[in-house]
């Protein structure tokens, strides 16, 4: 196997919670021609489709699932519609589109939706998870996000956070919600819908999988890290590991660094170990990897217990070889986390 | 690809990604589960290289389950062990570190 899994349609999520804006989101996405040929997954919430009627556009490939939440109740159902949509692509009843959307309802957990692609034996040889792209409404955003935990984990997931209606929420409001919405997910890039010269499409392009965009990527996830060690400071022997969001009841982002090289075994015995018993917990998975033996960093990232396949970067984005890890998780204890990797990684080293 | 459910990919599992230039695919294998084993040890559990096949997990009481890879070896490894495996436990972080130390000197 290689470490590059190319020519996979890229799947993109948008999530958000009720009447955040994601279907504007997504009509302006649509209209953009750097974004190519779309298919649109959408979800039916409550008896009338709306987002159907709105949608008309790419009616061609669009399958309106018929009924509940995307994630929970018919996540059978989403399978089966990819599958579908696949199979019509390949028989040329509709477009040989090139990116997949699925707008999810207000209440969905996106995470499900993840692990429905890649866990199934048909669609993760098809499709691969692109950015995921949460819609925060500036006006109530902030008290979705203390009262809802959909809203915190559909925040906590993103790749990208589009806050949406600043134009009509105050100034204070709005950098509370940034500020708060950084400390729940440092490493997601924050796009105001109504001011930042960002097009739509290109919330959905540019993943980290894409050869082009993905070092710069992660080097936004180091400055990240960086800029949050640096401004968080330190406290006694804490030298590496730094907390770095406390939102909510317990969701926290987290980074943890291992000066050693990283054996490439101990990794996957821990991470695999760690997310069987704490995948509900962990959120996001981010990092750059110092491999004992591989001169390049190596990425890696999941959500929950979905990993992507791990990928190398040519050169360390700034000439330092360490591995460096983010957590998104929710009751788990990063400094246990970090004793445990140093240990796993030393039994390795002593083997 | 899903840490639990990898079995229905089977080869994809991230964790089979060859990252390292070094070794075949089998040595690699040998020296994960070689580290697994050391792991499992502390639960009463081990895991025997098949030939041709699947690995095969045991408990002490002779139960046996097939692991075809690495993300299906923590779910099968705590039913035969009835109790949650967990790698933030502080005592086994204890016992590992002084297996490591050990197995240094």
């Not at chain 1, 409001?173 to 729940?184: D, E």
């Not at chain 1, 999941?302 to 000439?319: K, N, R, S, Y």
């Amino acid at each position: 196997m290689t470490l590059v899994a190319s020519g996979l349609i890229p799947v993109n999520l948008i999530t958000g919670f009720l009447g955040s804006g994601k279907t504007t989101l997504l009509q302006c996405a649509l209209r953009s021609p750097e974004l190519g040929t779309t298919a649109v997954l959408i979800n039916e919430f409550g008896e009338v489709g709306l987002d159907h009627y709105l949608l008309q556009r790419v009616d061609e490939a669009t399958v309106l699932l018929e009924s509940g939440c995307v994630c929970c109740t018919i996540r059978g159902d989403l399978r089966d519609s990819i599958r579908d949509l696949y199979d019509r692509r390949e028989r040329s009843l509709v477009p040989p589109f090139e990116r997949l959307v699925i707008e999810t309802t207000g209440l969905a957990d996106p995470v499900p939706i993840v692990t429905t692609l890649t866990a199934d034996p048909v669609l993760c040889h098809h499709f691969r998870i692109g950015n995921i792209v949460t819609v925060v409404d500036a006006v109530n955003g902030l008290s979705n996000l203390a009262s809802f935990e959909e809203s915190r984990r559909q925040a906590a997931v993103a790749d990208r956070l589009v806050i949406s209606k600043c134009d009509i929420a105050d100034a204070p409001a709005i950098n509370r919600l940034r500020a708060s919405l950084r400390r729940l997910n440092p490493t997601a890039v924050q796009i105001d819908a109504a001011r930042d010269p960002v097009s739509a499409a290109r919330l959905l392009t540019g993943d980290i999988d894409d050869p082009v965009a993905k070092s710069e990527e992660v080097r936004r996830w180091l400055t990240e890290e960086q800029d949050l060690i640096a401004g968080h400071g330190h406290d006694g022997d804490d030298r590496h590991s730094h907390d770095i969001s406390r939102h909510g009841d317990d969701i926290v982002a987290f980074s943890v660094r291992l000066d050693e090289p990283l054996q490439w075994s101990a990794f996957a015995v821990w991470l695999t170990m760690l997310l069987n018993r704490h995948g509900r917990a962990i959120l996001r998975i981010k990092g750059l990897l110092h491999v004992a033996g591989v001169p390049t960093p190596v990425v890696i990232h999941g959500v929950q217990h979905t990993i992507h396949q791990p990928t190398h970067l040519a050169a360390w984005p700034d000439g330092a070889p360490q591995t460096r890890l983010i957590v998104i998780a929710k009751g788990v204890d990063r400094a246990r986390v970090e004793t445990s990797l140093a240990a796993f990684n030393r039994l390795a080293t002593a083997a | 690809m899903c840490g639990l459910c990898g079995a229905l990919a089977g080869a994809d599992h991230w964790a089979d990604a060859a990252v390292t230039a070094g070794g075949t695919r089998s040595q690699r294998r040998q020296l994960r589960n070689r580290l697994a084993n050391e792991v499992l040890a502390y639960y009463g559990l081990s895991l025997k290289e098949a030939v041709g096949g699947s690995p095969l997990l045991q408990n002490r009481t002779g139960q046996t389950a097939l692991v075809p890879h690495l993300g299906a070896l923590w779910p099968a490894a705590e039913r035969l062990a009835n109790r949650p495996l967990d790698p933030l436990d502080p005592d086994l972080i204890v016992a590992l570190t002084r297996h490591g130390a050990r197995a240094r000197v």
